[in-house]
């Protein structure tokens, strides 16, 4: 939890059985991701209540050099009050309401707590790979060129390799995946050697006993992830602007890292569901932050997602409204997720696949088709 909780943990002892009213700036962390049912639920049964609220904005000093915070500021109290209820947006503007929620929401107090397995019974989101290798089993495409010109044999243990960035902007670095090496072969590679003796050394150093554990098979990765079919891959990481987070099939020769997450036999229907307007709202909400930016996790997002109930008949057209927005994808080579989802550059048959696929969603909720 952030260091400002405890303030509100004091404060809230302080104010027991008073009319105190009082109003902290936060760090906006405090109201995403896990940290809301850490910090808020506990303090909501102790009677605490949100009086008013100012929802994230970039609160920057006067400073040449300074890292951008993101904040909120909270106004509270312990007992009831008459006072209206405040939600403040932007510049003095506010919306008065009748309650504000942990998330800084006009809703009721729900709290979603992390689950190590879906809600539903969809597939299991996991995690990309962590080498632990001080980067060198990762090469960028000029590194890899030189290192086969050294080493011919290696070239065929070269694979694809994807993490958030590369995903997003279509420039995959290259992993020297040597797990499938046999120890002759290996011998017979003295420069891939010496980068597997390079990761043991590495491991060794380390102050955690888990990596110095690792050592002991040094062409291993931490976590290995790494489907034999084609899946689908989440970012962890994309941009606020975006409307909706950037996601895709990727196919079984490529390894992703664990800046993203796998979602392995996942079909048409699960991709067309995952990449609508419903599961996109529902991130915003629930989702942490990095900055400003969407930090999307399977333990809170993923595994807590409330699916629809779909007859086969349902999940058809969920299908075809899927692969509509795959093949607008498609009609544009030359542009990465990145320029195909900016919020100015998205062409407009993309958008429409997407507003046909939304509708569909919506409908399956229970929705009106053109819910905002």
């Not at 990449?275 to 400003?292: D, F, P, Q």
């Not at 900016?342 to 088709?369: E, I, K, S």
Request: negative net charge; glycine residues 4%; hydrophobic residues 40%.
């Amino acid at each position: 939890m952030d260091y400002v909780s405890g303030w509100y943990k004091k404060a809230s002892e302080m104010m027991k059985e008073t009319s105190i009213r009082a109003a902290l700036v936060s760090t906006s962390s405090i109201c995403q991701g896990e940290q809301v049912s850490a910090i808020w639920k506990p303090l909501f049964a102790e009677g605490m209540h949100f009086d008013f609220a100012f929802l994230p904005f970039r609160w920057d000093s006067e400073m040449a050099e300074t890292a951008h915070v993101h904040c909120v500021i909270i106004g509270f109290s312990m007992t009831p009050n008459d006072a209206p209820r405040r939600i403040f947006i932007d510049k003095g503007d506010f919306t008065e309401v009748k309650h504000i929620n942990a998330y800084l929401m006009e809703a009721d107090d729900v709290f979603v707590e992390s689950r190590t397995a879906p809600l539903c019974d969809v597939p299991k989101l996991i995690y990309g790979n962590q080498p632990i290798d001080d980067g060198n089993y990762l090469f960028t495409a000029e590194e890899r060129d030189i290192f086969i010109k050294l080493e011919p044999q290696a070239a065929q243990y070269f694979r694809p390799w994807y993490g958030a960035q590369e995903f997003l902007y279509n420039k995959p670095r290259y992993c020297l995946w040597l797990g499938d090496c046999s120890p002759a072969e290996l011998r017979r590679m003295p420069h891939a050697l010496k980068r597997v003796e390079a990761v043991r050394q590495y491991r060794l150093a380390s102050k955690r006993p888990g990596t110095q554990k690792l050592a002991d098979m040094p062409t291993r990765f931490h976590f290995e992830n790494m489907p034999e079919t084609e899946y689908l891959i989440v970012p962890l990481t994309s941009s606020e602007h975006r409307k909706y987070i950037p996601i895709g099939y990727m196919t079984p020769d490529v390894i992703c890292s664990n800046k993203v997450s796998l979602l392995p036999s996942a079909t048409l229907y699960h991709f067309g569901i995952l990449t609508s307007l419903v599961h996109n709202a529902w991130m915003r909400v629930v989702c942490g932050r990095l900055k400003s930016d969407y930090n999307y996790s399977n333990t809170i997002v993923y595994n807590n997602f409330p699916w629809p109930t779909a007859s086969e008949k349902d999940k058809a057209k969920i299908e075809a409204t899927a692969q509509a927005i795959l093949d607008a994808r498609a009609a544009y080579p030359d542009s990465s997720l990145a320029d195909l989802y900016d919020a100015t550059a998205m062409p407009p048959d993309l958008r429409r696949a997407h507003t046909l696929n939304d509708a569909a969603v919506l409908r399956l909720y229970g929705l009106p088709a053109d819910a905002p």
